[in-house]
């Protein structure tokens, strides 16, 4: 019976020591190959296969340690799909709380105001992190994906910061700024003023485009929205620069010639009546709001003043006058 009780002492003890030692090990730091090590899990890997990823991402630890510290921990299952870092002093438990809690290391693609869609693509070529799920499709393959096949892709995804995480898809940022316009144009057109002169949340968006491109200054661009909305109102030629420039395309150069305002296009709104057949950029919020809030003005004119900010008139003549004074310096 002595020798029992000191066998199962010195079992106890064993049991002791081996759960100090793991202890011990969960709040010890990980060996590192690297000050700071990267691993994106793809969804559905197992924990085992997790665990030997950070091993062959540079983490130097056995890998079936690391894998049965996720099991004993009962939280394995809830390792979530991501792109994670850790840098030197991180601990095994650390590791998992970062995997379970998603706390992951996001990139972000920043869409501006006025860009044209070409410009949007551009961005994600440069943009290293984002896998390019979308490149070489044509617009018409790419809106397709997205669900609004038909769809002109121009002035479709709103200007906006987009977090993602490391190797997600461009298709889905792209999907959250769709989304994210649709939405806007959606609840702008629902509390739209009334009487507008646009049939649909399409125009407003095509106008709230041209809006964007036109305004200089934030002040502006509820009186630039008033000059359009007027002329539609009455059938007069839109005649603004952004339309014809965006259907030069490539062949414009940076200088807007007489010959570019006679050169008939379905964007030379010089040549045809009525709003464009689709927006020329993406606009943000506050174009959306001045295209279908515009100013209570008569104006149908306006001409730069050289500071940013417009010169507006209701007829032809005044404007005549403000195109001498601040054009031709007269």
């Known amino acids: 019976m002595r020798f029992l009780g000191k066998l199962l002492t010195l079992l106890l003890l064993l049991v002791a020591a081996a759960g100090a030692g793991v202890v011990w090990w969960l709040q010890a730091p990980l060996s590192l190959k690297a000050p700071a090590v990267e691993l994106s899990i793809e969804a559905g890997s197992s924990p085992r296969e997790v ?37 030197q002093g991180a601990t095994p438990r650390e590791l998992l709380d970062k995997m379970v809690r998603g706390d992951e290391v996001l990139e972000q693609l920043r869409l501006i105001e006025g860009w044209t869609f070409k410009q949007v693509r551009a961005a994600m070529a440069k943009s290293p992190a984002l896998k390019p799920a979308t490149q070489g499709l044509s ?24 977090a993602y995480s490391r190797g997600v898809s461009d298709l889905t940022v792209l999907k959250r700024a769709h989304l994210a316009m649709q939405k806007r144009v959606a609840a702008a057109w629902e509390q739209r003023s009334p009487n507008l002169p646009l049939k649909n949340a399409g125009e407003a968006l095509i106008l709230a485009s041209i809006v964007e491109k036109e305004t200089g200054t934030e002040s502006d661009r509820a ?14 030629p839109m005649q603004t620069d952004p339309t014809v420039i965006y259907g030069l395309g490539d ?9 570019h305002l006679r050169a008939d296009t379905p964007f030379n709104t010089y040549t045809r009546g009525g709003l464009p057949p689709t927006p020329i950029a993406m606009p943000g919020t506050a174009s959306l709001q001045a295209a279908l809030h515009p100013a209570n003005s008569k104006a149908l004119y306006f001409v730069a003043r050289g500071d940013g900010s417009s010169e507006f008139s209701n007829d032809l003549a005044a404007h005549n006058r403000a195109v001498n004074k601040y054009q031709r310096g007269r």
């Open 51 to 87: 665990a030997q990823a950070w091993v062959t991402a540079g983490v130097q630890e056995d890998a079936r340690l690391l894998y049965q510290w996720f099991r004993w921990s009962g939280q394995a299952r809830l390792i979530r799909a991501g792109s994670y870092e850790i840098h």
């Open 139 to 162: 617009e018409a393959e790419l809106m397709g994906l997205l669900g609004a096949a038909g769809l002109a892709a121009e002035g479709q995804f709103f200007p906006d910061t987009y």
């Open 223 to 236: 009186m630039v929205a008033a000059v359009f909305i007027n002329r539609l109102r009455i059938g007069m």
């Open 251 to 259: 062949a414009f150069d940076g200088n807007l010639r007489r010959s």
